[in-house]
């Protein structure tokens, strides 16, 4: 639509009482502020004929002058509410007249087909939205709320401009053409960065780092058509490092666009950044950027829940689905050009189910082009099955722990280590494994603490563990949250033998490393690797067989360990398809792509894929490189 053209036509449509004070965009969408009352509470029937009429979603709300204080409205809320609703927390956005309810039971909230909330409405005008309050409570994702909410007049103003800038130009069909450029991330895992480009938009997608390498560490950010003012927005697939670890810093280089990921994956990649920031501190590297930026780029950023269609640009609209790899991982849909054409960047995917995620999504309504990784992509890359590796898993740790030894888990901080946590306790309560303390280090805790907000995101079964309070996995007593360098020494010291769960999962820095160091020299000790390990790092050398390990010391010097420890890997419990599961992902795939781009796998793994999934399917192909752009269409 022309520019404002939806605007205007929303409000002609609207009776001359409405008495609407301002409409504004929210990105895509449109908020009429009203002071009449009784138009707030009972316009929602027309309300829905309008959206029927426009394709697009439009809200009505009071204006903030015609509201209640909130402390007067927070009085009526807890009269109305029920006691046994257990509310914990009550929100107002006073920008957007908005309160939000967190309590134990969100059912008892709304009441009897929206009585209670309905009531509220009437009593206060705020708009409650209800949510459940999170088992484990994480310090992060109040910061995170808070920053989102003492921003809310910035905010406010912000998604009216880039609805503006979404409504503003019509799309020029003449001469159109996409481009996807590879900045990172191609025949390689880490630093995972496209850029998909139009003669409108300019979208970029994951801006990741790879920790285990040194001068291939970020993305090709010198390529000339990389120009970080010039960008519309950025979607990040999922909180990995290797995905979400630079958006901080384009926020430093100066953009000031929107960031569109799920929820989940907000709060994850917030902490592994901040941890990424800290890890480096203290291995005295420089700083890239710092916790300021990451607060910016809070404040920038809006979380789609999956499925939901979004406008992101005049002419590229946008749909995050379920990729199965880690809480919140998401597969993005680019509706391209008003459908002139469909792509799915899968990001990181596991099409199977596992112990606390679905599957990925394989049917879409449209789609040309697929972008898909392929880590686990050669023939050779035929794991073990989940439950022989859980298997495998719980024999090691009880054959260390009757020894007398640790076992050492190197965990990513999300996906992995809750993985492990849920087979551990359920192995706990099968009595498979017998006494056993698990020590959950520091950020594996909160990344935990970050899923039972989310509880949503994960399968049916592990969401209705989580709800029932006495039987939350991740709060059972098997586990120990450690969380202070004192606690981390008494633990190595300790001649009991237990598990113990930290970061990072390729023991490149972070407190996995400080126990390595600690366990590696007595044979009794067990380190078990469970996830991808990248080239160069300690946990690739140490698969490979290396024994002498030097270790750069804080204080300067070098300290040579001998690893006599017992060193297993396996593999199967990936959050990655394995080969089966990448080719099955595109046998399924409803509808065929007509042309695959692989990435995210080395370079054999990208050539071995892309290869044969053109002999089986007779599909393009292709396994480009870093700094290649393919013209789309
Ligand atoms: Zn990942
Ligand atoms: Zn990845």
Redesign the pocket.
Known sequence: MAKYELLSKVESMLPSNAQIVESVFEGANMVLYSKNKSFVLNSSSLIRRIVNTVKKRVEVRPDPSILISPDSAKAIIEKEVPEEAGLQDVWFDDQRSIVILEADKPGLVIGHLGRVTKSIRSKTLWIPFVRRAPAIKSDLVKTIRYTIFSNSGYRRKFMHRIGQKIYGTPINKNNYWIRLSCLGGFREVGRSCSLLQTPHSRVLIDCGVNVASENRAYPHFEAPEFDVKALDAIIVS???L??SALVPLLFKYGFKGPVYCSEPTRDIMTLLQLDYIDVNQREGKKLLFDSRDIKNMIKHTFCLSFDEVTDITNDVRLTLFNSG??LG?SMAHFNIGDGFHNMIYT??FKFADTNMLSKASNVFQRLETLVMESTYGAKTDIPLSLKECEKTLISLINETISNGGKVLVPV?GA?RAQEIILIIEKAVRDKALKDVKVHVDGMVWDVSAIHTTYPEFMNRDVKNLVFRKDHNPFLAPCFKWVGSQKERVELINSKKPCVILATSGMLTGGSSVEYFRQLAENPVNRLIIVSYQGRGSLGRRLQAGERTIKMELHKGGVEVIKVRMGIETIEGFS??SNRQELIDFVKYLQPRPKRVIVMHGESSKCLDLASSIHKLFRVETQAPRNLDTIRIR
Do not use: E, K, Q, T
């Open positions: 999922h909180a990995h290797d995905h790899h880690v991982a990001g990181d990513l996906g959050g990655h």
